[in-house]
Every structure is written in C-alpha cells, then in structure tokens.
C-alpha cells in the first residue's frame, strides 16, 4: 500500500527533514505519528501525498512510484488519497454540501452520482441536516467532520490527517477519532499524525514514533511515550 | 472535456467575478483606462493617416488663366503642359464648372448673386496632376515660365499649396511615426498592468487553488474558470471602452460638422466603427486571458 525505502528529504535551506526513512504501511492499517515538534512528522506525511518529493529514496503508494510521478499523473494519484488538516481547510463561501460536492465535481463526476454520494457521506459524518451551512456558521468540530467528509467522498484507499484534532476540545476529538475508526473499520488505510497522548494510548493502533527524521520506535498496538 | 463541465468553467468563471467584487471592478477599470487611451490614439493615427492621404492625392496645381486667352491659345497652352514629363493629367476646369465647384463645397446660398451668367467673377483654369507630389513646386515655376513665351502672358496665376503642402507631409509623416509608437507602448503597459491585477485576483485565492489540487484536480480543470474569468473582464472592458470611444467619438464628428475643414477632414465613425471596435474587443479578450494564463502559471507548479 504505502511502502518507502530508505527515504531522505533534504529542503533547499539546508534542514534533514527525513534521513533514511524505511517503512511499510498495509492495506486497512490505522498508523499513528508521533514525535516533537520539528522532527520530520509533517514532510513524512506530506511525502505520501506528493506534496513534497523525496530527496533521495523511493516511496510508493498504490503501486505509484512517488518520487518520479509525471507532473500531469500527479492529480490522478491524489485521487486515491484524502488529506484532513488541523486547520480544516475549507473554503469559506461555500457551503457544507458545496465543499464536499467540489471534490467530485473537480474529477467530473455526473451531477446525479454527486448528489446522491455527498449526502451519504455527510449522513456518515452527522451533518445532513446542516448540508446548507457555510464553515463560519459551524463549530470547529463540525468543519473537521466536513473536511473529513470532503476527504472521503471519493473512496480514497487511504486518509492523511495531519493532527486532525489538533484545534478541537478533548470531547469533540473522541467524536473526530470515533468517525476515523469507523471510516478505518470500512477498509480505508489513515496514516494519523497526532500530538494528543490520550488518544494514542486509549485507542491503540500501531505508533511510528519520528524523532530528527528517522523513525525510531515502531510498535503495533503502541503507545505515545512522551510526557507532554 | 465533457460540455456539462465545460459549462460548469463559463459559470464558475463568471461566478467568481461577481464573488470578487471590486477585486474585478479595478481589473475592468484598468482596461478600460489603457484601452481607451489606446482607442484615441488609434482614431488620432487612423485621421492623421486619412488627412496625410488626402493631401498626398490632393496635390494638384491650379492654374488660373488670364480673361483674354481664347480658345486656340488654351489648346496651346493645355498640349504645353501635357507635354511635361512631370505631369500625369491636366483637367480643364471653366468658369461655369469651377462655380458648380464651389458651390458644392460651401452650399450656393454663400454665392448668392455671383452664379448668373454675367456675373461670374472665377477665371478659367486648368488642374495639373503631377506624377510625384514632391515635384509641384518645380512645375509650377515651368508653367509660370510659358507667360514669357506668349506675348499675351495667358497665365494669371498658378497656385499650389506652397510650403504647406511640403510641411504637411513632414508633419503627418512624424504624427504617424510617434502614434505608432504610443499606440505600442501603451498596449504592452495595458497587458502589464492586468496581469497584475488578475494575479491579485488569484493570490486571493491561493488557498481555493491548493484545496483544488489536494482533491485531485488536473491542471487545466483548476485553469479553465480562471481563463473565462480573464476573457469576460477583458471583454466587458473593452465594450466599455468602445462604447465610451464610438459615442465620444460621435458627439467630435457632430460638433465638427459646424465647421467646413474640420467636416471634411475627420472620417465618419460608419467608416471605422467595425475596424476600431473588433481591434478593441480583440484586444481586450486577448489581454485579459493572457494576463489570467501568466498569472496563474505558478501556482499550478506543486
């Protein structure tokens, strides 16, 4: 599924954001992230869904070598995969249905098969009755619950969330994490990068722990094993 | 493309100048501006040219002759001048035709009084046409010169726009050259300035861009919106421009028309309205894409 090999990414000022990165991520796996800030979590993520390309080494996902993607492949791949921020992402003139219907219209999908999907998936996350609402008018945890329906809307094989709860209170990140498993439980592989301690050690997934760009724990059923 | 999502690009295009606001405001202001400055000089280019053509087919050399010429003696003098290698045509204009003449230029109520028969002050006169304007003034001195080989000296008077015909030329020559020359460097300036202002537009919009990308969409899908939006502003500026020129324009040509030179001298806007008006328009789209295909360029790279 996702597989890298020996992977270095190096930024144009200098920094080692990943030195030899080497790992092997599964088809409906669940993978937590964890490490300080500034440890290489981010590019990591970042590397999978081709926003950055690697220095040196290969990443594939979905069969896709990465790092020699051609430029006009690359929207193709990115089909495949959902990406969910910490600072939700949506656009704000638009409303619920309109920010989770443009992720289909942008891969031209009928207008029939748009409608009927961007209501289930919204039905999934809870939030079919405020289909009509801009961004402005929800809570943080709803945007997220939008951003991660917009996310899913076309059956990626697998979820990038950059601490997805990062922004929410301790209850409404139970709610995000409940639907990610349930999304997880469907067959969807998340790759989760996440500071949240509790979280980590109450649902416990396998843990790949980044400290200065290598990855130096990797624990199946792990724990989070820092103290902030 | 399929025509559904082609659809889709003309009404979010056209969406998100509405959604822009004064964002597409500045953008149409700002052609407006340039192509209306350009229009001027384009209407100032296109009269200078026609004026220059008409003096250039205007040059022609009147020659008056005296009362006492009589008919045997104006052959004579009319196969003189035919005969000078200089000349392309010689026209034989009589009393009676030339006050046909100027009554059609000043309208007969002017001349009143003077169009009877016996009444009629004009000479007879020949027109000289000569083959290059430059030589006029050379072959009028040689048919000035026949008065010395007559001992009648037929020749009363012979007329050609001396040195204002010459000046004329090396004005409209200059005007043209430096018309050119603005009208070049103002459309260069125009382009500049929009592209900076759609690139505006679209750093405003970066985040909408980058979510675009995120979900997977291909690069002329994300460009297509941003094309129609660059066509339609360029396209409402320059109807706008138009409009402005053809009746500004128009209230010019009318308010000339009180004037006898200045009548004759400017073109009627039925002569150039499609010429100026499909340049404009042309131009404005062509500016206005080209400005929103620069400016999006780079944000397309990731």
Sequence with gaps: ?????????????????????????????????????????????????????????????????????????????????????????????????????????????????????????????????????????????????????????????????????????????????????????????????????????TMRKRVLAIERGQIVRDQLRGEYGYEF | MSFRTFLRHLREGAKSIFRNGWMSVASVTSIVVSLFILGVFMLLVMNVNALADKADSNVQINTYLNLNVDEALREKIRSEIETMPEVSSIKYVSKEDGMKELEESLGSEWLEGFSEEDQNPLPDAFEVSVIEPTTVGFVADKISALNEKYAEEPIMRVKYGEGTVETLF??????????????????????????????????????????????????????????????????????????????GYGRLYAAAQTDMTLAKSLIPLGDLWLWLGGIIIVLGVAIGVWGSTMSIRKFLKV
Aim: overall charge positive.
């Design chain 1, 1 to 201: 599924m996702i597989e890298m090999q020996d992977v270095w990414k190096t930024y144009p000022n200098g920094a080692h954001a990943l030195q030899g990165v080497s790992v092997k991520i599964n088809r409906n796996e669940f993978v937590y992230v964890v490490g300080p800030s500034g440890a290489g979590k981010s590019t990591f993520m970042k590397l999978i869904y081709r926003e950055e390309v690697p220095t040196k080494g290969q990443i594939s996902v979905n069969g896709f070598n990465i790092g020699k993607l051609k430029q006009r492949k690359i929207p193709y791949v990115r089909r495949n995969i959902g990406v969910v921020f910490q600072d939700y992402r949506l656009l704000p003139k638009l409303t619920a249905y309109e920010n989770v219907a443009f992720a289909m219209e942008v891969i031209e999908a009928p207008q029939r098969i748009i409608k009927k999907r961007v209501m289930e998936v919204l039905e999934l996350v809870g939030l079919k009755a405020k289909a009509n609402r801009e961004p402005s008018q929800l809570s943080g945890g709803e945007q997220q619950r939008i951003a991660i329906a917009r996310a899913i809307v076309n059956n990626p094989s697998v979820i990038i969330a950059d601490e997805p709860t990062g922004n929410l209170d301790p209850e409404t990140s139970w709610e995000i994490m409940q639907l990610l498993d349930e999304i997880n439980f469907r067959g969807t592989t998340i790759v989760m990068a996440t500071h949240n301690k509790e979280i980590v050690n």
């Design chain 2, 170 to 247: 090396k004005i409209t020559r200059t005007v043209r050259n430096i018309g050119f020359i603005f009208v070049a460097g103002l459309g260069l300036m125009s382009m500049f300035l929009i592209s900076n202002t759609i690139r505006v537009t679209i750093l405003a919009r970066r985040r909408e861009i980058g979510i675009m990308k995120l979900v997977g969409a291909t690069n002329s899908f994300i460009r297509w919106p941003f094309f129609v939006e660059g066509a339609l502003i360029g396209l409402v500026g320059s109807i706008v421009t138009v409009t402005l020129l053809f009746v």
